[in-house]
């Protein structure tokens, strides 16, 4: 009679799944990114209660103090501290790009999706419209929204949101179209599946790896977008405050005081450095090229 | 398969046929733009024409207005006038201040080309030696300073970038002027040192994610088969790497060259704004401001035209430069 040990019992699934977590924690840079990131998250969900000041409460008698004391990032021209403007700006930066890239996501995997699954004259047209989006500039085309929409938050997520829209249809279809041919597809297409539990059961599972990629790669992009889009007065607007806008009003007392720029400057520079160093570090263990290439070095190493 | 003309020479021959097939695409892609253009000012909520001219309105200056950019008349002949005007090189006139869009967007154009030419300059002078010697010197320490270095480029806001070297090199050292252009035929001197910190500023963020391509490009080719087999037979390391590695790195490059400097192009906005650069970036964060709808259109379409030229010309260098595609 035999025993069933656990290794009889784990499946090749999830000894990959198993194999891609260790890879993962095993690259420092990777593991130091997500923890960065998991510290902005807390930080800017908890952002109203951990600030020490108002953001907008203005002390003119301490405008522009250096930082140290009860300031940490010193003051504004108005007096406002920099430090829970910050914390809140992260906060309102964060939000637009999770909210943007996740509406770029569902609607351009699901686009590509469709497309290439269908294939045929679909997938042609929808990749030429593709094509003509991929023609004009991230920042151009974000513009162009602003100005047919006006300035603000909701804008401003719209913008972001359908200029990464396109890239997700490509790398969604260019993914689906590898998987489709794939044995274990075409077995369950003779078995009669149906297109929706085909797409959910086996083609999305098969082509989260890129996905996941990109959307890590498109979250860092997004709060740059943002971040410019701010800077230029068409993005967040006041009086909640944005890092873009806080680099901006920095503009005219850069001598005088260096600390306003600097510190927003260094926040969008730490967290899309965390979002964009956490994409390579996804892609080294989710893109199977890579991943084999990794496995390789180590094995030879 | 695309036929160009009876000339069974030009049919036959693969470069004209690559190309042929690329002129078709860029076109179609092309009229797919100018129907995005054409549809911005007709999604706008409302009525653009009312919008635009905000606290000017008076139901004289509506109609006139309305008139003048031919938005009274029925939506489809619109669009074939638009398309057909586009084609001929007339893109309306402001609504702001009547000046025809075509001959503003040409006086800006020569203040953005010269700052992404010498942006891309710059870009290049860094990445290649980066990029290659990252590449030749493989998980070395060096390598992983070149790649946390391109890392953080990447990561920094063009603006932010823009400020920080401004505060340093124009406001502390007083070494550079803030802001301001001066043309480069009136004054070449005046130009060559406004230009250099916005230059800097869009040449180092694109270095930065230049160098990240050049590398991975040189890496790939290093391990080819050639490459392996070349260093087998005995040839010196710098001519393996100058004749086989560098060498057929070269295409990879030129595309990641191509795509930038049209990023660039489009993508100066900011850095313009950041030091009072009077392009196309600036027209377009003034008209978008202005909600001058005619500008923005005509800005877009420009910019978006220069795009699809700078891929068409990368294509045609690549045929050149590969003889995979020549000859297959």
Redesign the interface.
């Known amino acids: 009679m035999t025993t069933c040990t656990p290794a009889d019992t784990t499946t090749a699934e999830e000894q990959t799944r198993l194999s891609a977590v260790r890879l993962l924690a095993g690259n420092p840079v990777t593991v130091v990114s997500a923890i960065v990131l998991a510290v902005l998250v807390v930080v800017a969900i908890t952002a109203q209660w951990i600030a020490p000041f108002g953001v907008n409460d203005i002390d003119v008698p301490n405008a522009l103090r250096p930082p140290g004391g009860e300031h940490w990032f010193g003051t504004d021209e108005l007096g406002r501290d920099i430090f829970s403007r910050v914390l809140v700006a992260i906060q309102a930066s964060l939000r637009v790009a999770v909210v943007s890239v996740a509406f770029a996501v569902v609607v351009g995997v699901t686009i590509g999706l469709i497309a290439s699954y269908r294939g045929g004259w679909l997938d042609t047209v929808v990749m030429r419209v593709v094509d003509v989006m991929f023609a004009f500039p991230v920042l151009l085309l974000a513009l162009a929204v602003v100005a047919i929409l006006g300035p603000g938050v909701t804008t401003t997520i719209l913008a972001i949101g359908s200029v990464y829209t396109p890239i997700f249809a490509r790398v969604a279809r260019a993914s689906t179209l590898s998987v489709r041919v794939e044995p274990f597809v075409q077995v369950s297409r003779t078995m009669g599946t149906g297109h929706l539990y085909m797409l959910g059961r086996h083609i999305l599972p098969n082509i989260a790896g890129p996905l996941i990629v990109q959307t890590s790669l498109s979250l860092a992009f997004a709060i740059l977008s943002e971040a410019a889009l701010s800077f230029l007065g068409l993005g967040i607007q006041p009086p909640q405050p944005s890092l873009g806008r806080m680099i901006f009003d920095s503009q005219g007392f850069v001598t005088l005081a260096w600390w306003m720029a600097v510190f927003p400057g260094a926040a969008i520079v730490v967290t899309v450095l965390a979002f964009n160093l956490l994409g390579d570090g996804l892609r080294d263990v989710l893109d199977p090229k890579q991943r084999t290439m990794i496995e390789a070095r180590r094995r030879s190493g | 398969m695309t036929r160009l003309g009876r000339s069974p020479v030009l049919v036959t021959n693969p470069v004209v046929r690559f190309l042929a097939r690329r002129l078709l695409?860029s076109i179609?892609?092309?009229i797919?733009?100018l129907?995005?253009v054409f549809a911005?000012v007709h999604?706008?909520?409302g009525d653009p024409v009312r919008i635009a001219l905000g606290t000017r309105y008076t139901p004289q200056a509506y109609d006139a207005l309305r008139s003048a950019s031919g938005m009274d008349r029925p939506l489809i002949e619109q669009f074939f006038g638009y398309m057909g005007s586009a084609l001929t090189g007339d893109l309306g006139v402001s609504f702001r201040n009547g000046d025809p869009v075509t001959v503003t967007l040409l006086e800006r154009l020569p203040a953005t080309v010269s700052l992404a030419f010498v942006g891309i300059v710059i870009a290049l002078l860094i990445a290649l030696p980066a990029g290659i010697w990252s590449a030749l010197h493989e998980g070395r320490a060096s390598d992983a300073i070149v790649r946390v270095t391109s890392?953080?480029g990447?990561?920094?806001?063009?603006?932010?970038m823009g400020?920080?070297l401004?505060?340093l090199f124009a406001?502390?050292l007083h070494w550079l002027p803030t802001s301001g252009y001066r043309p480069l035929f009136d004054d070449p001197a005046g130009w060559l040192r406004h230009v250099i910190l916005p230059g800097l500023t869009v040449g180092l963020v694109a270095a930065a994610i230049m160098t990240r391509y050049i590398r991975s490009a040189v890496l790939e080719v290093a391990a080819m088969g050639y490459v392996r087999t070349a260093r087998s037979k005995g040839l010196p390391p710098r001519v393996v790497t100058m004749r086989h590695t560098v060498r057929n790195a070269a295409i990879p490059v030129l595309t990641i060259t191509g795509i930038q400097l049209?990023?660039i192009?489009?993508?100066v906005?900011?850095v313009e704004?950041?030091f009072a650069w009077p392009g196309l970036g600036r027209l377009?964060?003034n008209?978008?401001?202005a909600?001058d709808?005619p500008v923005?259109q005509g800005?877009?379409l420009l910019?978006?035209a220069l795009?699809?030229l700078i891929n068409l010309i990368v294509d045609a260098l690549y045929a050149v430069v590969d003889p995979r595609i020549r000859l297959s």
């Open positions: 695409y179609v892609v092309l797919g733009v129907v995005v911005l999604v706008v909520p890392q953080f990447v990561s920094i806001p063009d603006f932010w400020i920080l401004i505060a406001s502390t049209a990023t192009l489009g993508g906005i900011v704004v950041v377009v964060y008209a978008v401001a909600r709808y923005i800005a877009v910019i978006a795009f699809l």
